[in-house]
């Protein structure tokens, strides 16, 4: 690994219980692969160092047999496993809880495994190449021993499905920076106007918003923030079976104390990915138009 080279961070621990499977490995592309095998292309042809995985204990087994050997010769290749026990001591979750504590937890569990700038994706979306591009090209500026965060956001109407309800963080800007990133779930359109839910309020959204899709790029400083803000959430949530620790939580306390901020560059590329099983079809059909407009190989 060239360890001047930012690192990518897949978090792929989902158990897809909207979609009813495992979709991070579910085959899209004619030659059977995984969506998140087109974001890797994607990481290795801007110019990232490593690829990590961050997956459930249970897939082990399936990662190492499916996904690891296909890498191995052309980049740095490595999973973590987060686990539901791993918190900060203390704390003792529930024997119940098998769903995992979140995005930022899933980020947290790599802390051990990164000591560069690095950008992090759900491994169930698809960001475009020039989006890759881009967040390298901003990582290669970062000071490793900053707080420098940067965020990829895509425009809300480009990032819904089209058979069923998605979760979203909303952006609020000011002069290029976040000022609040705020966890919108239950998105889709009714009737021509889209809507989204924040705690209890329910409230017509901008289809021109910009919201988050977890396309972040970060200093490795960043996990002591996610560190704290673990503490302060299990504080208040950690026998709650459901609840989970979004990274939107932690960058939002940031921004307010002032102890970051962020920037954020919008791109044009058009999101899409799997959240229901009938989104499926029309990711298949989506990653053959991009093999035939030739933005990728028959075979990754």
């Not at 082990?60 to 490595?78: G, W």
């Not at 979750?93 to 937890?105: A, I, L, N, V």
């Not at 959430?233 to 970051?260: C, G, M, R, T, V």
Request: charged share 25%.
């Amino acid at each position: 690994m060239d360890e001047k080279r930012p690192v990518l961070l897949v978090l792929a621990a989902g158990l897809g219980t909207r979609y009813g499977g495992l979709k991070q490995l579910e085959a899209f592309g004619p030659s059977g692969e995984a969506l998140m095998e087109y974001s890797v292309f994607d990481a290795i042809q801007a110019g990232f160092g490593k690829i990590i995985f961050v997956i459930n204990q249970a897939h082990i087994s399936i990662f190492e047999k499916q996904i690891l050997p296909k890498y191995q010769t052309r980049i740095d290749i490595d999973t973590v496993v987060q686990k539901t026990e791993n918190l900060p001591p203390g704390f003792i979750g529930t024997s119940s809880r098998e769903k995992p504590w979140g995005t930022g937890h899933a980020i947290l569990s790599a802390k051990d495994a990164i000591g560069v700038p690095f950008a992090v994706i759900n491994a169930d979306d698809f960001y475009g190449a020039s989006a890759f591009h881009q967040i390298k090209a901003l990582l290669d500026c970062v000071d490793p021993q900053s707080l420098d965060i940067c965020l990829i956001g895509y425009k809300l109407s480009n990032t819904l499905s089209e058979h069923g309800s998605v979760s979203r963080g909303l952006c609020k800007v000011q002069d290029g920076y976040l000022t609040a990133i705020n966890e919108l779930t239950n998105i889709q359109k009714i009737d021509g106007e889209i809507f989204g839910e924040s705690g209890a309020s329910r409230q017509i959204v901008d289809p021109e918003s910009v919201v988050s899709m977890n396309f972040w790029g970060f200093s490795p400083k960043i996990f002591k923030i996610l560190e704290d803000r673990f503490i302060y959430f299990l504080q208040k949530h950690s026998k709650n079976d459901k609840a989970e620790y979004y990274i939107a939580e932690p960058i939002d306390y940031a921004i307010k104390q002032k102890i970051s901020k962020v920037k954020l560059y919008t791109t044009a590329e058009k999101w899409f990915g799997m959240t229901h099983p009938a989104d499926k079809q029309f990711v298949k059909d989506k990653i053959q138009f991009h093999v035939q407009q030739g933005h990728y190989p028959e075979r990754l």
